[in-house]
C-alpha cells in the first residue's frame, strides 16, 4: 500500500499512455484541477471590480498565448500584436452590426479572418528573421492601423464602433460575472489547445524551426508552411482576444490597438516566461495588474509626498520599464521560471537535498 504521506521523487511511466498524458501524474491533475475550482469560486468571493480586472487579465492571456505561439514556441518576433487585436475587434464588430451575424458565429469568424491577415503578413518570414522579421511586423501594426483610422467607410474612423453584450437563448451576458466565466471558458480551451498543439506534428516543427532553422530544413520540415501556420494560429487567438475585448468594452477605436499595446503584450510573454502556457498567464496577470498596484501605492503615499499623482503616467513607464529589464538580466525565464523553482522546492520538502 503507498503510504500517502510520501511525495513522489522521479516520474515514473511504464506505458505509451502514461507518457503522452497531458498531466505528468495525479498530483499535478489535482493541482489543476484545485486551481480550476478556485477561479469558478472566484466570483463569489470578489467584488465586481476584482470580477472586472479578472476578465481584463484573462482576455490578455489568451492574446498572450497567441503571441507566444509564434514567439515563445516558434521564434519568430512579432511586434503587431496591437494591430492583429484591432483586425479581430473591428472584424467582430462588423460582422455583429452590419452584417447580422450572431457574436457565437463574429468571434470564431473574426479569428480566422485575423489569421488570415497574420498569415499574409507572415510570409516574409521565410526570407527574414530577427530585427529585420521585427520590423516587418512594425510595418503590419502602421499598414492595419492607418487602414482602421482612414477606411472610415468601413471603420467609421477615428469616432470607432459600438459593440453590443453577446446574447444566448435570450440570456443577455452583460453582468461582469457572466462575462467573466464566458471568457474563463474560453481562456481554458485555449491554454488546453495550445498544451496539446506542442504534442503533435505541427507543434513539435515549431519548436524544431525555433531551436535550428537550418537543422529542421534538413530533416524534411517544410519552413515556409509551417512558418505560415504559426502566425496563422498565433493570430487567431489574437483575434479571438481582441473580439472579446470588443464585446467587452463595447467600444472600440484605434486608440486601442497602438504600438504601446504591441508593447504590452511583448512584455507579457518576456515577464511570463518565453514558450510557456502559464507563463503567458502569468505575465498577463502581471501586466494588467502593475497600473493597478501603482495607483493604489501612489495614492497610498500621497500624503507624504504631495504631487505624486500628477506624475503617475510617467512612473507607470518608468516602472514598467525597469520590471523588463530587471527580469531580462536576473530571470530571463520570467515568472514561469520563478513558479518552476517554487514546486521543485517543495516537491522534496521537508528532505531536499542540499549542498554543505
Given at each position: 500500500?503507498?503510504?500517502?504521506?510520501?511525495?513522489?521523487?522521479?516520474?515514473?511511466?511504464?506505458?505509451?499512455?502514461?507518457?503522452?498524458?497531458?498531466?505528468?501524474?495525479?498530483?499535478?491533475?489535482?493541482?489543476?484541477?484545485?486551481?480550476?475550482?478556485?477561479?469558478?469560486?472566484?466570483?463569489?468571493?470578489?467584488?465586481?471590480?476584482?470580477?472586472?480586472?479578472?476578465?481584463?487579465?484573462?482576455?490578455?492571456?489568451?492574446?498572450?498565448?497567441?503571441?507566444?505561439?509564434?514567439?515563445?514556441?516558434?521564434?519568430?518576433?512579432?511586434?503587431?500584436?496591437?494591430?492583429?487585436?484591432?483586425?479581430?475587434?473591428?472584424?467582430?464588430?462588423?460582422?455583429?452590426?452590419?452584417?447580422?451575424?450572431?457574436?457565437?458565429?463574429?468571434?470564431?469568424?473574426?479569428?480566422?479572418?485575423?489569421?488570415?491577415?497574420?498569415?499574409?503578413?507572415?510570409?516574409?518570414?521565410?526570407?527574414?528573421?530577427?530585427?529585420?522579421?521585427?520590423?516587418?511586423?512594425?510595418?503590419?501594426?502602421?499598414?492595419?492601423?492607418?487602414?482602421?483610422?482612414?477606411?472610415?467607410?468601413?471603420?467609421?474612423?477615428?469616432?470607432?464602433?459600438?459593440?453590443?453584450?453577446?446574447?444566448?437563448?435570450?440570456?443577455?451576458?452583460?453582468?461582469?460575472?457572466?462575462?467573466?466565466?464566458?471568457?474563463?471558458?474560453?481562456?481554458?480551451?485555449?491554454?488546453?489547445?495550445?498544451?496539446?498543439?506542442?504534442?503533435?506534428?505541427?507543434?513539435?516543427?515549431?519548436?524544431?524551426?525555433?531551436?535550428?532553422?537550418?537543422?529542421?530544413?534538413?530533416m524534411g520540415i517544410n519552413l515556409f508552411r509551417y512558418k505560415i501556420y504559426a502566425f496563422a494560429i498565433s493570430s487567431f487567438f489574437i483575434g479571438i482576444a481582441g473580439a472579446l475585448m470588443a464585446h467587452y468594452s463595447r467600444v472600440i477605436g484605434p486608440e486601442h490597438y497602438d504600438i504601446g499595446v504591441s508593447i504590452a503584450y511583448l512584455a507579457m510573454i518576456l515577464i511570463g516566461?518565453?514558450?510557456?502556457?502559464?507563463?503567458?498567464?502569468?505575465?498577463?496577470?502581471?501586466?494588467?495588474?502593475?497600473?493597478?498596484?501603482?495607483?493604489?501605492?501612489?495614492?497610498?503615499?500621497?500624503?507624504?509626498?504631495?504631487?505624486?499623482?500628477?506624475?503617475?503616467?510617467?512612473?507607470?513607464?518608468?516602472?514598467?520599464?525597469?520590471?523588463?529589464?530587471?527580469?531580462?538580466?536576473?530571470?530571463?525565464?520570467?515568472?514561469?521560471?520563478?513558479?518552476?523553482?517554487?514546486?521543485?522546492?517543495?516537491?522534496?520538502?521537508?528532505?531536499?537535498?542540499?549542498?554543505?
Amino acid at each position: 500500500m503507498r503510504n500517502p504521506f510520501a511525495l513522489e521523487c522521479g516520474e515514473f511511466k511504464v506505458s505509451y499512455k502514461q507518457d503522452m498524458a497531458l498531466y505528468k501524474n495525479v498530483r499535478v491533475r489535482r493541482r489543476v484541477l484545485l486551481v480550476m475550482a478556485f477561479f469558478i469560486l472566484y466570483p463569489l468571493l470578489a467584488s465586481n471590480y476584482y470580477i472586472s480586472l479578472a476578465t481584463l487579465a484573462a482576455m490578455a492571456a489568451i492574446g498572450a498565448i497567441g503571441l507566444n505561439i509564434l514567439t515563445g514556441y516558434t521564434g519568430l518576433i512579432s511586434i503587431g500584436v496591437g494591430a492583429f487585436l484591432g483586425v479581430g475587434g473591428y472584424a467582430t464588430a462588423l460582422l455583429t452590426t452590419k452584417v447580422g451575424l450572431s457574436f457565437w458565429i463574429a468571434v470564431p469568424l473574426a479569428g480566422l479572418i485575423t489569421a488570415a491577415v497574420g498569415a499574409i503578413f507572415g510570409i516574409p518570414s521565410l526570407r527574414l528573421k530577427g530585427l529585420y522579421l521585427a520590423m516587418a511586423t512594425l510595418a503590419a501594426q502602421v499598414i492595419i492601423l492607418f487602414l482602421i483610422v482612414n477606411w472610415e467607410s468601413l471603420t467609421n474612423g477615428t469616432a470607432g464602433l459600438i459593440v453590443q453584450r453577446p446574447e444566448l437563448f435570450g440570456f443577455t451576458f452583460s453582468s461582469e460575472i457572466s462575462y467573466y466565466y464566458l471568457v474563463l471558458a474560453v481562456l481554458t480551451g485555449t491554454a488546453v489547445f495550445t498544451m496539446n498543439l506542442f504534442r503533435t506534428r505541427v507543434g513539435r516543427a515549431f519548436v524544431a524551426i525555433r531551436d535550428r532553422d537550418l537543422a529542421a530544413e534538413v530533416m524534411g520540415i517544410n519552413l515556409f508552411r509551417y512558418k505560415i501556420y504559426a502566425f496563422a494560429i498565433s493570430s487567431f487567438f489574437i483575434g479571438i482576444a481582441g473580439a472579446l475585448m470588443a464585446h467587452y468594452s463595447r467600444v472600440i477605436g484605434p486608440e486601442h490597438y497602438d504600438i504601446g499595446v504591441s508593447i504590452a503584450y511583448l512584455a507579457m510573454i518576456l515577464i511570463g516566461g518565453l514558450g510557456s502556457v502559464i507563463g503567458s498567464i502569468f505575465g498577463a496577470v502581471f501586466i494588467t495588474l502593475l497600473p493597478v498596484v501603482l495607483r493604489e501605492g501612489i495614492a497610498f503615499l500621497s500624503p507624504w509626498v504631495p504631487g505624486l499623482a500628477d506624475h503617475y503616467a510617467g512612473i507607470r513607464e518608468l516602472v514598467f520599464g525597469l520590471i523588463i529589464i530587471l527580469f531580462l538580466i536576473y530571470e530571463p525565464e520570467g515568472l514561469n521560471k520563478i513558479w518552476r523553482n517554487i514546486k521543485d522546492y517543495f516537491k522534496l520538502w521537508p528532505f531536499s537535498y542540499s549542498k554543505k
